[in-house]
């Protein structure tokens, strides 16, 4: 299982920051579709930022051309997404995207449990955040 080599080590510095930056993009489908930009996330106590949700695939690759952004060598050896280390494997041309994450699982498995979002059916595009938490987050912190 994902749990000792994504969540749990992301359990342990989460508390040293104030949010986490994701990836995610609703034009990946499924649960992302309806991926939030900000969003609490109680479970870890931080609020989630996803600045890439309304990237479609030919805004990303324009992104990526345009800012020189250094590419995964694993992308053009087959690897569309990653997982870790132990569970990804080559994407087939005719297979989706996200089908060399967690083969060896069998094909129920499609969340590792880093991303609340895939699993929240509820996701609204916008979210009301816990004041304390927004409080925490907003609040410039002294510099050294």
């Known amino acids: 299982m994902l749990s000792p080599r994504k969540i749990e080590p992301l359990r342990a510095v989460a508390d040293q920051f104030d949010c986490l930056i994701g990836s995610l993009r609703r034009s990946e489908g499924g649960q992302r579709s309806h991926c939030p930009i900000l969003a609490a996330d109680p479970e870890m106590n931080v609020v989630r930022v996803n600045p890439l949700v309304n990237f479609g695939d030919e805004r990303l690759s324009g992104y990526i051309d345009g800012h020189s952004v250094i590419l995964n060598p694993l992308l053009a050896q087959g690897y569309p997404t990653i997982s870790c280390n132990r569970c990804t494997t080559p994407v087939l041309e005719n297979e ?4 060399g994450r967690w083969r060896h699982l069998g094909p129920w498995q499609a969340y590792c449990g880093i991303n609340p979002t895939d699993l929240d059916s509820d ?3 916008a979210v009301e955040l816990p004041q304390q938490l927004m409080t925490r987050s907003l609040v410039a912190k002294p510099t050294s």
Do not use: H, L, S
Not at 96 to 99: D, E, F, H, I, Y
């Open 123 to 125: 996701t609204e595009t």
């Open 96 to 99: 989706p995207r996200r089908a």
